[in-house]
């Protein structure tokens, strides 16, 4: 059974941190690509952080040095470490996993996590 657990969100005061946690199980951590996405009340989920197999990673615009994303193949574990947040950071955070195997594509989802900032 395919699982993702967020974990790690919470309230915080604008500038501070938290480390988001996603552990995995039920398929090949180490084969997919890893990512965060985040929905705020009223608009569409985006695209945070992605981290590829190979190590490669991509940020949306408005995360770029406060955010950064990391994985640990032998815990089946991808984070988010966010600091310098700020009000606008204020969604829920999804983890995401994602594989193209054999031209089909095999995607899933975690239930997310909260994140606040606010002063």
């Known amino acids: 059974q395919v699982q993702l657990v967020e974990s790690g969100g919470g309230s915080v005061q604008p500038g501070g941190s938290l480390r988001l946690s996603c552990a995995a199980s039920?398929?090949?951590?180490?084969?997919?690509?890893m990512k965060w996405y985040r929905q705020a009340p009223g608009k569409e989920r985006e695209l945070v952080a992605r981290l590829g197999s190979a190590g490669d990673t991509i940020y949306v615009g408005s995360v770029k040095g406060r955010f950064a994303i990391s994985r640990d193949n032998a815990l089946n574990t991808v984070y988010l470490q966010m600091d310098s947040l700020k009000p606008e950071d204020t969604a829920g955070y999804y983890c995401?996993?994602?594989?193209?195997?054999?031209?089909?594509?095999?995607?899933?989802w975690g239930l997310g996590t909260q994140v606040t900032v606010s002063s």
């Open positions: 039920g398929f090949t951590f180490s084969s997919y690509a």
């Open positions: 995401n996993a994602d594989r193209i195997q054999w031209g089909m594509l095999a995607e899933y």
